[in-house]
């Protein structure tokens, strides 16, 4: 039936983006404000190697825990923790390494 087809597409699309509305509200907070914070006590490396995990373990979450819709979402919110905190960081520690070489 073509119209369940083109259904499905439709709330797989409202999924994605209700779902990306946690994730950039707090990959924003995260890069705009956390990094700074916890970068400051710890090093930009630091930070983001505790981004990097955080983000890694999540993208494994999904696929093993993920059963409900407020899973995606809690899951993808902590997503963009991880996010937030890796990304803020890449520029200015390529920078370094450009600058040392």
């Known amino acids: 039936d073509p119209t369940s087809e ?3 597409r ?3 699309a409202n999924a994605t983006g209700v779902v990306m509305v ?3 509200v707090v990959n924003f907070l995260m ?3 956390g990094f700074i914070i916890i970068s400051g006590k710890i090093g930009d490396r630091n930070t983001m190697r505790i981004g990097g995990l955080i983000a890694s373990c999540c ?3 999904y696929g093993v825990a993920c059963t409900e ?3 995606l979402a809690l899951v993808h ?12 960081g890449i520029g200015p520690t ?5 600058s040392a070489a």
Request: no cysteine; net charge positive; charged share 10%.
């Open 10 to 12: 439709e709330n797989v």
């Open 6 to 8: 083109v259904k499905s």
């Open 69 to 71: 819709f407020w899973h």
């Open 77 to 88: 919110s902590i997503t963009g923790v991880g996010v937030g905190l890796l990304v803020p």
């Open 22 to 24: 946690p994730h950039g």
């Open 94 to 98: 390529l920078q370094k390494y450009n």
């Open 31 to 33: 890069s705009t404000f």
């Open 59 to 61: 993208f494994m979450i």
